[in-house]
């Protein structure tokens, strides 16, 4: 069955520190991988895709296909980080898949 | 400005009590889709339309209908109901790359629904 799985449900840390909030998926064709995020007060968007291979806000992501993965990575965490996180899967059909979320707390 | 716009923002209602959450987008795309986000649970999709007319089930259909009469609007309709369809739902809509629907969801503000 098609998953997203991210085991974080809060992940908290001190500005200027690295930040890594892990996403792992199953599915057996070839995904298509997303992060989106969710600011305080705000509607979810689009923070980055896997084919874009872009930095997004000094985000970055990286597809690891032998270990299903797609972390969210930045070096160093700034307090307007602070927001919900999801990793999202599709697979080019209808159906997107979430996974549960992680709320970062970037601490002053 | 290319958004996707939902209504009302907030809404409390009594059981079986039918109601319509609206959604609309500007942006011509073709898929449309609902979503009910769930403290631990993430988001899950209720139902959703590749086009006008064609719509089918997520994975949270139950209790809940859609219609797809125009390209831009994708109505949610509960028509009786329940506690738990307590939620805060989002629609979202995408562009068509190709033949896939790979392309990255745009959202709606959210809808936030409170059934006693």
């Known amino acids: 069955a098609q998953r997203v799985t991210q085991p974080e449900k809060l992940l908290s840390v001190f500005k200027g520190a690295p930040v890594e909030l892990k996403c792992n998926y199953s599915?057996?064709?070839?995904?298509?991988l997303f992060w989106y995020v969710q600011y305080s007060r705000q509607r979810l968007q689009l923070l980055l895709r896997?084919?874009s291979r872009e930095s997004i806000k000094g985000f970055t992501a990286d597809l690891n296909k032998g270990e299903t993965s797609f972390h969210l990575k930045k070096p160093f965490a700034q307090e307007e980080d602070s927001a919900m996180y999801y990793c999202?899967?599709?697979?080019?059909?209808?159906?997107?898949?979430f996974g549960t979320g992680t709320r970062l707390k970037v601490l002053a | 400005e290319a958004q996707v716009t939902q209504n009302p923002r907030y809404l409390i209602t009594v059981t079986g009590k039918k109601l319509t959450v609206t959604c609309s987008q500007n942006m011509n795309h073709e898929y449309m889709s609902w979503y009910r986000q769930d403290p631990g649970l993430g988001l899950r999709q209720i139902y959703y339309s590749m086009n006008v007319e064609v719509t089918d089930k997520g994975d949270v259909p139950e209790g809940y209908k859609v219609s797809r009469k125009e390209k831009r609007n994708f109505p949610l309709i509960l028509e009786s109901p329940s506690p738990n369809q307590t939620s805060l739902y989002f629609c979202a809509s995408s562009g068509i790359q190709g033949s896939s629907y790979n392309s990255p969801l745009h959202f709606g503000n959210g809808t936030r629904l409170t059934v006693t």
């Open positions: 599915y057996s064709g070839s995904p298509e």
């Open positions: 896997h084919i």
């Open positions: 999202a899967l599709t697979s080019g059909t209808y159906k997107y898949i």
